[in-house]
């Protein structure tokens, strides 16, 4: 079953403008992840943020984490090309031995208009 | 270059073959994890190991198997094969236990699965 479900599906925007990609989970989680893949490659971790801090920020990233609402969300500022792709949030569910994997959610898949 | 490999890239077979895909995860890297990615399911979790040990499973059909051997790579082994099994599959590795501590996975490019 899907833990995390990103918000929207699609999105398109020009080159310049920033982005903004939501993600809602289910249970209580250690950490939560964003990852990218570019189509049909494998997923390149972009940015981890742990359940106790509320915003991050890497480069043009920023992610901030609700856990009272079980959400996230991902902003790329001054978005380019090169940023087309897939994006995921990945959890890792709070669980005796921490042995589930991450949990990945159906992605939101950005395009950017030059 | 994440540093995990996953042989081979692409592989076509036939309904009711067995294939074996390998991955030999980053230096280091004791966790190991299977993933399959199709575009009706998303991405799931099969299956993980620690250090040659099996420690979690997810969606992992019975007619698929992995192991890690002493040298840390794995396997992943898929029998009687159905077109639904057409997926990308990719190996993750990480330093140790996702959720014990803060860690992230990296993925190899994956292995794309055709079955006709």
């Known amino acids: 079953s899907q833990q995390g479900e990103e918000d929207p599906q699609a999105l398109s925007i020009q080159e310049g403008e920033n982005a903004t990609m939501n993600c809602s989970y289910k249970t209580s989680i250690n950490n939560l992840q964003w990852y990218r893949q570019n189509s049909g490659r494998g997923l390149v971790h972009l940015i981890l943020i742990r359940s106790n801090e509320r915003e991050k920020h890497s480069g043009r990233l920023r992610v901030t984490l609700d856990t009272s609402k079980k959400s996230s969300s991902l902003l790329i500022t001054a978005s380019r090309a090169a940023d087309t792709a897939s994006y995921f949030c990945?959890?890792?569910?709070?669980?005796?031995?921490?042995?589930?994997?991450?949990?990945f959610g159906k992605g939101t898949h950005l395009i950017i208009q030059p | 270059d994440s540093g995990v490999t996953q042989t081979p890239k692409h592989l076509i077979t036939a309904t009711g073959q067995r294939v074996t895909l390998r991955c030999s995860p980053r230096s280091g890297d004791l966790s190991v994890y299977w993933y399959q990615q199709s575009l009706d399911q998303g991405l799931q979790f099969l299956i993980q190991?620690?250090?040659?040990?099996?420690?979690a499973k997810g969606n992992i059909l019975e007619r698929f198997s992995a192991q890690q051997f002493p040298d840390l790579h794995s396997e992943l082994n898929l029998s009687s094969l159905e077109l639904g099994d057409s997926a990308l599959y990719f190996c993750?590795?990480?330093?140790?236990?996702?959720?014990?501590?803060?860690?992230?996975?990296?993925f190899g490019q994956g292995t794309r699965l055709t079955v006709v």
């Open positions: 990945a959890t890792d569910a709070r669980s005796g031995g921490g042995a589930d994997g991450l949990t």
């Open positions: 190991y620690y250090n040659g040990e099996e420690r």
């Open positions: 993750a590795s990480s330093v140790s236990l996702l959720g014990n501590e803060n860690t992230e996975a990296f």
